[in-house]
């Protein structure tokens, strides 16, 4: 069974800088994607960013295009996301979140979150102004 773990969240003021990380387990995460989706208060849950497991091909949304990154340790089956410059819109709900949709080469790094099977529980940012 697939457990993503979500840590690293917290409160940051404007400008400043977190990393969050997601640990996951019960299965080879080689032939998978795995990405950030987030859910800000009173919004729907929305596409953060991505990355493919086997070649680290990633896809990030506009709206952190430029200030967050996305990594990979294959070994120890984690996905990070280092955040800089945070703004207080980017308050939210970060969740974790996996698939392994070979027909889409490898796993899915698009935007369509219903394209992603497996979620963790989520870790909370807040960014204050």
């Known amino acids: 069974q697939v457990q993503l773990v979500e840590s690293g969240g917290g409160l940051v003021q404007a400008g400043g800088s977190l990393r969050l990380s997601c640990a996951a387990s019960?299965?080879?995460?080689?032939?998978?994607?795995m990405g950030w989706l987030l859910q800000a208060p009173g919004k729907e849950r929305e596409f953060g960013a991505a990355?493919?497991?086997?070649?680290?091909?990633?896809n990030f949304a506009n709206s952190v295009k430029g200030r967050f990154t996305i990594s990979r340790d294959n070994a120890e089956n984690t996905v990070y996301l280092q955040m800089n410059s945070l703004k207080p819109e980017d308050t939210a709900v970060y969740y974790c979140?996996?698939?392994?949709?070979?027909?889409?080469?490898?796993?899915?790094?698009?935007?369509?979150?219903?394209?992603?099977?497996?979620w963790g529980q989520g870790t909370q940012v807040t960014v204050s102004s």
């Open positions: 979140a996996a698939n392994g949709r070979y027909a889409l080469g490898l796993g899915y790094i698009g935007s369509s979150i219903t394209l992603y099977d497996y």
């Open positions: 990355i493919r497991f086997s070649t680290g091909d990633t």
């Open positions: 019960g299965r080879t995460f080689s032939d998978y994607a």
